[in-house]
């Protein structure tokens, strides 16, 4: 027996030699070391020959299978995917060692063979080298996950009858005589055939009684034990309630199968079979809560609370069950039979009271699903939206400043540098002749008087005074006085945090600007802004001549405006028609009061 323990461990270690060294049997190393290794096995048969206590390979063999397994476990986690498959064939040899000779123990101590256990023990671990081998053929090495599962299974099997027999018949009874030894052999051989056809055996059967007990149907469950399956295939929604109908058809035998879906009281009939077209109906206030909290139903509750649905099957048995979640009505499913047909059992109802707990939780997540993608695209948009936003700004900041530098060049630097030259010449002629001079300070004057003006300008284009001191009213209605068109302006509103103030003095000025240029003569102007602590608001209507607003919004005025409404949170509309005015609306949630 010692000479067993000796051929488990000197094949069990093979694998792991082999991995370690990342070499396949088929190399010259490794053709060596499984030479060697398959030489020491039957060496140990050999020595095997003078059998010691059983006790030792009862003792010996899970200590070395512990052993073995702690270094298997330690290889396979740092291991590479080729290395892994090579300790999973590894792996298959020792569990098929483990279970022959286990199998071949306990035959022995019940049957008395065969004569030399520890031979047999040691020759069946010859499947740890025949394992190496097979693993280093490209066409076995994907294939051993499978056969691995299916040995530990049939493995086990063979154990546990072993160790039955053995409790039952050593632990309860006398040991068998040599008569009795074959009887006894040969009811363990059948128990081991019984047990490992039962799998295949039980779904044939099954498969048999259904087609002779539901003929050409499926059992009443079908639906329920299909449903979650497909779901895990990623078919569409759509897809899934046609079959998901088909299957209830099929499976309960009805005259009809139908799936309806919807929200807020409104369902509309998504599948059916056979197929009737799409329908909708329209729940009350009152029916909606009540359908939502029933369970599966007759006629008689129908025609109460579902009277759309129940009038589309006069004369047959009807039975729906509502899909809800968290108290949500989200679809009903409806079944229909003729009513010569045999009634709905509690079997029946049972699955489609389950099924409709699925369905409902399945549309419950395909909701969130499609809100999620919907939040995501807008998030999409409002990026896009924002990166765009930004370039404009910063292209409308360096536009600006250029426009401020022409300004001050083409206006008011040339009106000083006029100042100086006169100044220069004055100053020559204040001996000669003193009332020339006095006529050049006064044009003198005169020039610095424009000069000031010009600056003024250019400061309330930059931000205007009367805005920083006494807020949007008297900023709005000086920048009426100043309009092209007659504008008059209504608004009473507080003081808001300059930047909401900057915002809507400018894009006020920016629609009574395009007004004056595009209304036409005539046309008046109504500017209007309300404010309060949840929203600021304003509006500038005119009565001219109008546009189409869906090919001019993308237009520069548009977009300067929705751009500085965008980044203080608001929004801008443009109202408007040919021959119909316009109406320029700004939206601002929440605006931020100036401080007091």
Known sequence: MMG??????????????????RESPSSRFGRVVVALSTGGVIASAIAARDSLPAVVLLVGVPIAFIAGLVVFQGQYRGATVVDRTRLQWVAWGVVVFL??????????????????????????S??????????????????????????????????????VYLLVVLGFGDAPDHAQRRVLGLSMIAAAIAALAYAPVRARLAEFANRRVYGGQRAP??????????????????????????????????????????????????????????RRVRLTAEELPVVARSHVSGNAWMQVWLPGVLAEHENRVVRVAPMAHSGELLGLLVCAREAGDAAFTDEEERVLTELARQVGLALHNSR??????????????????LSASRARIVAAADHSRRRIERDLHDGAQQHLVALAVKLGLARQMLEADPAVVATLLEELRADAQTTLTELRELAHGIYPPLLMDRGLPEALRAA??????????????GRYDSDVEAAVYFCCLEAMQNAGKHAGEGSRLTVMVKGSDDELCFEVADDGAGFDATNARAGHGFVNMADRLGAIGGSLEVDSAPGHGTRIRGHIKQPARAPV
């Not at 323990?5 to 093979?14: Q, R, S, Y």
């Not at 279970?99 to 069946?124: K, M, N, R, Y």
Request: proline share 3%; aromatic share 4%.
């Open 4 to 21: 067993a323990l000796v051929g488990v461990l000197w094949a069990g270690g093979i694998g792991l030699v082999l991995t370690r060294r």
């Open 99 to 124: 279970a022959l000779s286990s199998a071949a123990w306990l035959i022995d101590s019940l049957l008395g063979w065969p004569e030399h256990i520890g031979a047999v023990a040691v020759g069946l």
């Open 126 to 163: 010859l499947a740890v080298p025949l394992a190496l081998v097979l693993g280093s053929f490209e066409t076995f090495a994907g294939r051993v996950d499978r056969l691995l599962v299916g040995s530990i299974e049939a493995g086990g099997i063979l154990v546990m009858i072993g160790v």
């Open 221 to 278: 469950d079908e639906a329920l034990q299909t449903f979650g399956a497909r779901m895990s295939r990623a078919i569409a929604l759509d897809e899934l309630l046609l079959q998901l109908a088909e299957s209830l058809h099929r499976s309960l035998r009805l005259k009809s199968a139908e799936v309806w879906t919807g929200t807020d009281g409104s369902l509309e009939r998504a599948a059916a079979i056979p197929d009737r077209g799409p």
């Open 368 to 385: 969130l699903d499609t809100a999620l993608q919907a939040s995501l695209d807008d998030l999409r948009v409002a990026n896009d939206e």
């Open 480 to 493: 009426a006085n100043r309009a092209v068109l007659p504008a008059e302006v209504v608004a009473d509103v």
